[in-house]
């Protein structure tokens, strides 16, 4: 069994402690919320109309000495970006590797969490979006992108009201990719849309004045960011490093593969 500690207890953190208690292969040891949450102090299993679980969720500023308190082989965040400091120094001090899926970190977050687990030697699963399609959509996108450098690119990506970061994080992943393919200089811009309850939608349109060409990829349920989180937590916890998912699914060398494909 792989023990595994939650970070963030909102609509996706919950989809992973149900998918947690229902695992044989993971189990829940540990789960954390913001300071001052009103989710402190209850059952892990209570908050999600489940059973008692006899795990206790705490506020974040209790990481130290929760993860001290039980065993934890990966940690998986889907919180918020104003905890990751916290977050990576308490994994340090109990050298735990984490799978770290919340967005919106900043250009020197990104620098300073990168060096961090470097530096520290922890192993970290860096997803902003952690689905295996996005993933392979990304490795798609860099074939088209060198085939096709003369076309205009433009993305979109669509997700519920309440989404805080704009643009997502992985449509700028995906603007980084193909700016990387696309002849020096090419910028790719990013439209977003929040409504409703899109769940998550980003659609690459690329046209020439000829023809267009879409992809779409569409996740329907938060299950989707689950599967991929706990594929990441199965691939980090025997690794030291920085990760992504094009690491975990092996798409960094079917990447490769496919640019001297067309080169
Ligand atoms: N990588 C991916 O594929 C992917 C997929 C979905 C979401 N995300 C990202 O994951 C994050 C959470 O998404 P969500 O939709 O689940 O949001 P959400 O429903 O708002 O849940 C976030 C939860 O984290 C808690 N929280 C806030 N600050 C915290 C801190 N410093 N330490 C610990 N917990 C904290 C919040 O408050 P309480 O503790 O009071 O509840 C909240 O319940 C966002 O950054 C989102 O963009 C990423």
Redesign the pocket.
């Known amino acids: 069994m792989i023990q595994v500690a939650v970070?963030?207890?909102?609509?996706?953190?919950?989809?992973v402690l149900r998918a947690l208690l229902d695992s044989e292969r993971f189990h829940l040891t540990a789960a954390?919320?913001?300071?001052?949450?009103?989710?402190?102090g209850r059952d892990a299993g209570e908050l999600i109309n489940r059973a008692n679980t006899g795990i206790i969720?705490h506020?974040?500023t209790q990481?130290d000495p929760g993860l001290s308190e039980v065993p934890v082989d990966v940690l998986i965040?889907?919180?918020?970006?104003?905890?990751?400091k916290?977050?990576l120094r308490a994994c340090k001090k109990h050298r735990i590797p984490a799978v770290l899926?919340?967005?919106?970190h900043t250009e020197a977050d990104m620098l300073w969490m990168t060096d961090f687990v470097r530096h520290n030697k922890l192993g970290v699963v860096y997803?902003?979006?952690?689905?295996l399609g996005?993933n392979v959509l990304l490795a798609a996108l860099r074939l088209v992108a060198r085939a096709l450098p003369s076309f205009d690119y433009h993305i979109t990506e669509t997700h519920?009201s309440?989404?805080?970061?704009i643009p997502?994080?992985?449509a700028k992943k995906i603007a980084a990719a193909l700016e990387e393919e696309l002849p020096a200089g090419a910028e790719v811009p990013i439209d977003a849309v929040r409504a409703g309850g899109y769940?998550?939608m980003h659609t690459v349109l690329l046209a020439s004045d000829y023809e267009r060409l879409s992809l779409t990829h569409e996740?329907f349920s938060?299950r989707?960011?689950v599967e991929?989180?706990l594929t990441a937590a199965e691939f980090i916890v025997s690794r030291i490093g920085w990760y992504e998912m094009e690491d975990v699914l092996g798409m960094r060398i079917a990447a490769q593969h496919a640019a001297s494909a067309v080169s």
């Open positions: 970070c963030g207890v909102g609509r996706t953190g919950s989809e954390f919320c913001s300071a001052g949450s009103e989710k402190a969720i506020e974040i990481i965040d889907f919180s918020n970006p104003t905890g990751t916290t977050l899926c919340t967005t919106g997803a902003p979006n952690v689905t996005v519920h309440k989404k805080y970061d997502s994080g992985t769940v998550g996740s938060r989707a960011f991929g989180a």
